[in-house]
């Protein structure tokens, strides 16, 4: 049985494991507690241009043969509150190694269904420069009833643009908004190859 | 823009295929700009520079009118059709609509809640649509103090492009949702729309009967819906490797211009003259790349700027 707060609360409450102060009500402690847990929505940052509809559901975009440095993605999608949001969407699209999308197909485009823990997971290709965005990015959006639509791209920590510091230079790219977008890039090797691996988990708003 | 520029607006309206054209005006290109917006009488120009300022010139004289600092990031400008009001959206989500003619005070309030991508006015010249970046489009009247009329939402992403009909009974709007969708501007109630969009669309024109629009996007196709149902009628070709962001019906109501943009970068833009009975396509032939487009008395007035010079010509 899952308990929320608030029950949680009553239940440590009554078998002595909390003593409230005579000034400090229960439902005043929870109310604390969810704050302080609570969790930031991933800022915006725009749809752009690319976003093609219909994505398929594959979670492997890297074909053998693709250029370059192979990339795993994954995270998990929550709400404000640190809970998994249940039936969301997750559509992710990003340029090949050149920096072209495909606009004719799916390359490096896919719609994923978390997982019952909230999770998602690509393989794919580190996407490229092209010339009117200053930096690489990955974009992403998100549905899930009775949320409001996130909207949102995620940058390289390793990108050269950022001169090796990105909390201080991570602006160079109008379109980043928030360093909380910026995700380091860990350089793992499956085995066979080398592979950047980047977390960027998914905080999502109450409609 | 959206990602890049607001390019739904680099190119609303009229460029010809034909005829040599006549300069109008040459002046100074005050910055690197990515495109103008020419009031409709022809008298001026606002030029969207690359680092977010504006710049609004008098044609006929070539002096600067006024200027936008690049502080306060100016994102989107429109002049009714009238040539009366001239709204520019900023940043922040405000909006401002001051007198071309200064006969008026400047009204600025909040249109949206976020940077304003599009703006669009009404043929009655007090109507005012309103795209905020990923957000609902708002419709403001601002005859007197401005007030909101209606909230037209997406699934999700905000506005592209928004056109309204001749009469300016309809209004059709593009969304980053990929859907085009046709609203009743008496009850702003929305009458049909058309979901077999797999990519974006970034222009839209209605016939000159308004029977029917012309859409183009990111499929580098013309598709035309009925405007009454929003029900695919006929699609062009494709010009694949760029977008359209510009689209007009010409003069002589079976032909429509195009430009394409590359919004990535990879390749140059260019202007394409469409048949739509046969299907058939010319580019553009002088070379001109158009960055903004007005008709003006009647006669197709088109910029261009060579990142210096900011020319004003006028084509027969």
């Given at each position: 049985?899952?308990?929320?707060?608030?029950?949680?609360?009553?239940?440590?409450?009554?078998?002595?494991a909390?003593t409230?102060?005579s000034?400090?009500?229960?439902?005043?402690?929870?109310?604390?507690?969810?704050?302080?847990?609570?969790?930031?929505?991933?800022?915006?940052s725009?749809?752009?241009?690319?976003?093609?509809?219909?994505?398929?559901h594959?979670?492997v975009?890297r074909?053998?043969?693709d250029?370059?440095?192979?990339?795993?993605?994954s995270?998990?999608?929550?709400?404000?509150?640190?809970?998994?949001?249940p039936?969301?969407?997750?559509?992710?699209?990003?340029?090949?190694n050149?920096?072209?999308?495909?606009?004719?197909?799916?390359?490096?485009?896919?719609?994923?269904i978390?997982?019952?823990?909230?999770?998602?997971?690509?393989d794919?290709?580190?996407?490229?420069?092209?010339?009117?965005?200053?930096?690489?990015?990955?974009h992403?959006?998100?549905?899930?009833?009775?949320h409001?639509?996130?909207?949102?791209?995620?940058?390289?920590?390793?990108?050269?643009?950022?001169?090796?510091?990105?909390a201080?230079?991570?602006?160079?790219?109008?379109l980043?908004?928030?360093i909380?977008?910026v995700?380091?890039?860990?350089?793992?090797?499956?085995?066979?190859?080398?592979?950047?691996?980047?977390?960027?988990?998914?905080?999502?708003?109450?409609? | 823009?959206?990602?890049?520029?607001?390019?739904a607006?680099?190119?609303?309206?009229?460029?010809?295929?034909?005829?040599?054209?006549?300069?109008?005006?040459?002046?100074?290109l005050?910055?690197?700009?990515?495109?103008?917006?020419?009031?409709?009488?022809?008298?001026?120009l606002?030029v969207?520079?690359?680092?977010m300022s504006?710049?609004?010139?008098?044609?006929?004289?070539?002096?600067?009118?006024?200027?936008i600092?690049?502080?306060?990031?100016?994102?989107?400008?429109?002049?009714?059709?009238?040539?009366?009001?001239?709204?520019?959206?900023?940043?922040g989500?405000s909006?401002?609509?001051?007198?071309?003619?200064?006969?008026?005070?400047?009204?600025?309030?909040?249109g949206?809640?976020?940077?304003?991508?599009?703006?669009?006015?009404?043929?009655?010249?007090k109507?005012?649509?309103?795209?905020?970046?990923d957000?609902?489009?708002?419709?403001?009247s601002?005859?007197?103090?401005?007030?909101?009329?209606?909230?037209l939402?997406?699934?999700?992403?905000g506005?592209?492009a928004?056109?309204?009909?001749p009469?300016g009974?309809?209004?059709v709007?593009a969304?980053?949702?990929?859907?085009?969708?046709?609203?009743?501007?008496?009850?702003?109630?929305?009458?049909?729309?058309?979901?077999?969009f797999?990519?974006?669309?970034?222009?839209?024109?209605?016939?000159?009967?308004?029977?029917?629009?012309?859409?183009?996007?990111?499929?580098?196709?013309?598709?035309?819906l009925?405007?009454?149902?929003?029900?695919?009628v006929?699609?062009?070709?494709?010009?694949?490797?760029?977008?359209?962001?510009?689209l007009?019906?010409?003069?002589?109501?079976?032909?429509?211009?195009?430009v394409?943009?590359?919004?990535?970068?990879?390749k140059?833009p260019?202007?394409?003259?469409?048949?739509?009975?046969?299907?058939?396509?010319?580019?553009l032939?002088d070379?001109?790349?158009?960055?903004?487009?007005?008709?003006v008395?009647?006669?197709?007035?088109?910029?261009?700027?060579?990142g210096?010079?900011?020319?004003?010509?006028?084509?027969?």
């Amino acid at each position: 049985m899952k308990l929320n707060r608030r029950e949680l609360l009553e239940r440590c409450a009554a078998f002595g494991a909390v003593t409230l102060a005579s000034s400090v009500s229960l439902p005043a402690l929870a109310a604390a507690w969810d704050e302080a847990e609570r969790k930031k929505t991933t800022p915006h940052s725009e749809l752009g241009p690319f976003f093609k509809r219909d994505a398929p559901h594959d979670t492997v975009l890297r074909k053998p043969g693709d250029a370059g440095m192979p990339m795993a993605l994954s995270g998990v999608v929550y709400d404000t509150r640190g809970e998994v949001v249940p039936d969301a969407k997750i559509d992710i699209w990003h340029t090949d190694n050149a920096g072209f999308y495909d606009i004719d197909g799916y390359r490096f485009r896919t719609q994923l269904i978390p997982g019952p823990k909230g999770a998602y997971a690509i393989d794919s290709v580190v996407p490229g420069h092209y010339p009117s965005r200053v930096c690489q990015h990955v974009h992403y959006l998100v549905t899930a009833p009775g949320h409001k639509p996130l909207i949102t791209q995620m940058y390289f920590a390793t990108d050269p643009v950022f001169d090796g510091d990105p909390a201080k230079n991570y602006t160079r790219d109008p379109l980043c908004g928030s360093i909380d977008l910026v995700r380091p890039v860990m350089i793992k090797s499956d085995g066979n190859q080398m592979v950047a691996a980047v977390t960027f988990d998914l905080v999502m708003e109450r409609a | 823009m959206r990602s890049l520029v607001p390019i739904a607006l680099l190119l609303s309206c009229a460029i010809s295929a034909v005829a040599a054209s006549k300069p109008i005006a040459k002046m100074q290109l005050p910055c690197p700009a990515y495109y103008q917006t020419l009031s409709p009488d022809g008298t001026q120009l606002v030029v969207s520079c690359r680092d977010m300022s504006m710049v609004v010139l008098s044609v006929p004289e070539g002096k600067t009118l006024r200027t936008i600092p690049v502080e306060s990031k100016a994102y989107s400008a429109a002049y009714s059709s009238d040539g009366k009001w001239l709204a520019i959206g900023y940043q922040g989500g405000s909006v401002e609509v001051t007198s071309t003619k200064g006969t008026a005070s400047a009204q600025r309030w909040q249109g949206g809640p976020r940077r304003i991508d599009l703006l669009s006015f009404l043929p009655d010249g007090k109507t005012l649509v309103v795209g905020p970046s990923d957000e609902a489009v708002r419709v403001w009247s601002f005859s007197e103090t401005p007030r909101l009329v209606a909230t037209l939402p997406f699934e999700f992403g905000g506005a592209s492009a928004a056109e309204a009909s001749p009469d300016g009974k309809l209004l059709v709007i593009a969304g980053g949702d990929t859907a085009v969708r046709f609203y009743d501007t008496a009850t702003w109630q929305k009458t049909s729309e058309n979901r077999d969009f797999l990519l974006e669309s970034f222009a839209l024109q209605f016939t000159p009967d308004g029977k029917q629009v012309l859409v183009g996007g990111a499929d580098a196709r013309i598709t035309v819906l009925d405007a009454a149902t929003a029900k695919q009628v006929k699609q062009l070709p494709a010009d694949g490797g760029s977008y359209i962001v510009g689209l007009a019906m010409l003069g002589d109501k079976h032909s429509a211009a195009t430009v394409y943009l590359d919004d990535a970068g990879h390749k140059p833009p260019h202007a394409v003259v469409w048949d739509l009975a046969s299907g058939k396509s010319s580019t553009l032939g002088d070379g001109v790349v158009p960055t903004c487009g007005e008709k003006v008395a009647g006669k197709l007035w088109m910029c261009s700027a060579d990142g210096k010079t900011l020319t004003v010509s006028q084509y027969d």
